[in-house]
């Protein structure tokens, strides 16, 4: 830490020029200086002194018999400052010759705040910003009951219906998200994915209020075109309010448990938001369970398989990796990551075993990757293709692990008893099951319908840039409750959409031409095969 080392003190006594009782006129401030604490003090120049070098200046925190010196003097400084923020809003970055303990007075020589006050000043304020809104909004509405010229209205929404995009298979496919578009003349599947079991029944919106049906099921937000004359208050574009405490409540979700912020793009308008939305819990991380199911999931601490490690640094000398199949090209047993990486060494029918919560060693163990807090952003929006999508908000290496999917765990011989609205959301915990094999054990879905995650939205490709696994550490593997875990395989750009291959294990001579049970594809990616299995 810096500390400025004391002044020496001056010699008066030998010096001329002096009155009767000691004293020196002052001439004028020369100079300023700020200290590390934001306090000025001024180079004073004296009358009829001087040292033997012949320099005649002081530093002065204060000139208490001089006020009007100070006070003309941070004048013509204000005025200078002013001058230069009008002229230049730029500012020299002093990369050499300037100590830390003169970085204010190099910015107040630059009229930094000055500037910062004109850059900034023509810019909207977000402070508040949620609750100024409602608030207008709520003005506007009891002005409108008055005067019957609502500026800002809600509305029934008439033309966009809601349209889960059912799916689900014998494979690992989480579900897509609810396609958002308006009615065609024409009634059309605009789904991307597969569907299970019954056909989904595409149905339309009348385009005015059935009776007894309520106007706030969807509602927007509209400005008018004439400017409110109370307030003067005129936005550029329609106010969000459900989007935005959407935005708000899932991010403070995934924030509980240290996770990065989800953004909800803004260009989805609140009368597309389907109602289902407006009350979905969001989950982070972990599982809901139906009646009885939480209890199998827990199992108590001296079921699990445990490790002594303080580092983990040797999978074949790690307790808990014993019930593990990872093997290197040398038979020997090996982690499925590497630097935080997932190293794409699990064969298929594998389960990852992470070190779990009764493990001696600590958070930061390269063996717990997929349990880590999620720390990329993602961004959920509108994809004009394929319904709602999510996408990252900044650019991923490959193997980086996003998340786990979420949402509440039931019986597989529960799913046909479902809603068929539940259809598209459905995620088989499938990972270890082979196709034509028996598969001991009870068999799981995750339903994400009413809760869920961002995965709860990540649409299907035929070249996809994630993949999924099965990952084990709240539980024992026996439990056939193990989550899924979402890997890119690629790197994967900022503003890029997030996708999986729904089906990634299909038989590449099916043929959609004479086989029943398929749906066109619309991932829109070179490779895609224009369909694939109901």
């Not at 009358?47 to 002081?58: K, M």
């Not at 020299?92 to 910015?107: A, F, Y």
């Not at 992470?354 to 990757?369: A, S």
């Amino acid at each position: 830490m810096w500390e400025r080392s004391p002044t020496p003190e001056e010699s008066w006594s030998d010096a001329s020029g002096g009155n009767e009782d000691g004293e020196w006129p002052i001439e004028g401030i020369v100079g300023e200086e700020i200290r590390l604490d934001g306090t000025p003090r001024y180079e004073v120049r004296w009358g009829n002194w001087s040292r033997a070098d012949g320099s005649n200046t002081t530093w002065q925190s204060d000139i208490p018999d001089r006020p009007d010196l100070v006070n003309r003097w941070k004048r013509i400084q204000s005025r200078k400052r002013t001058t230069l923020a009008e002229n230049d809003l730029d500012m020299d970055v002093p990369w050499k010759g300037v100590t830390i303990h003169q970085r204010l007075t190099h910015q107040r020589a630059q009229a930094y705040e000055e500037k910062k006050q004109r850059r900034f000043s023509n810019l909207p304020s977000t402070a508040n910003w949620d609750e100024e809104v409602e608030n207008e909004y709520r003005r506007l509405q009891d002005r409108s009951a008055e005067d019957n010229g609502p500026q800002l209205r809600v509305r029934r929404n008439t033309n966009v219906a809601p349209q889960p995009s059912p799916r689900r298979g014998r494979t690992s496919s989480p579900a897509q998200s609810i396609l958002l578009r308006e009615i065609p003349s024409q009634p059309s599947p605009s789904v991307n994915s597969p569907k299970r079991g019954r056909p989904r029944i595409d149905t339309s919106i009348p385009s005015s209020p059935q009776p007894g049906t309520s106007s706030s099921a969807v509602a927007s937000l509209q400005l008018g075109s004439k400017r409110s004359s109370s307030s003067g208050l005129c936005l550029p574009y329609p106010i969000q309010i459900l989007r935005s405490r959407m935005e708000r409540a899932w991010t403070r979700a995934a924030r509980d448990v240290m996770a990065a912020a989800i953004r909800i793009d803004r260009n989805i308008a609140d009368k597309n938001i389907p109602p289902d939305l407006s009350k979905f819990k969001y989950i982070e991380k972990g599982y809901l369970f139906d009646d009885g199911l939480e209890e199998l999931f827990n199992v108590p601490r001296d079921v699990f398989t445990i490790c002594d490690c303080s580092l983990c640094l040797d999978a074949s000398h790690c307790s808990c990796q014993a019930v593990s199949d990872i093997l290197n090209p040398l038979q020997k047993k090996t982690y499925a990551y590497s630097q935080g990486l997932f190293t794409f060494n699990v064969l298929q029918g594998t389960e990852v075993i992470e070190c779990n919560k009764f493990c001696g060693c600590g958070p930061r163990c390269q063996n717990r990757v997929a349990q880590q807090p999620r720390d990329i952003e993602i961004e959920i929006f509108d994809t004009k293709r394929c319904g709602w999508g999510a996408r990252t908000l900044r650019d991923i290496p490959k193997g980086k692990v996003l998340g786990t999917y979420t949402g509440k765990v039931i019986r597989r011989e529960d799913v046909d008893t479902l809603p068929e609205e539940h259809y598209g959301y459905l995620f088989d915990l499938d990972g270890t099951e082979f196709k034509d094999e028996e598969n001991l054990g009870n068999r799981y879905t995750v339903d994400s319908y009413a809760c869920g995650n961002w995965t709860r939205f990540v649409n299907h490709s035929c070249n996809p840039n994630m993949v999924v696994y099965s990952v084990v550490y709240d539980t024992i593997p026996d439990v056939n409750m193990p989550y899924v875990a979402f890997v890119t395989c690629q790197e994967v750009a900022a503003g890029t959409e997030l996708t999986i291959n729904y089906q990634p294990h299909l038989d590449e001579d099916f043929d959609v031409k004479y086989k029943h049970g398929a749906e066109r594809c619309k991932c829109g990616s070179k490779p895609c095969r224009g369909w694939y299995r109901i």
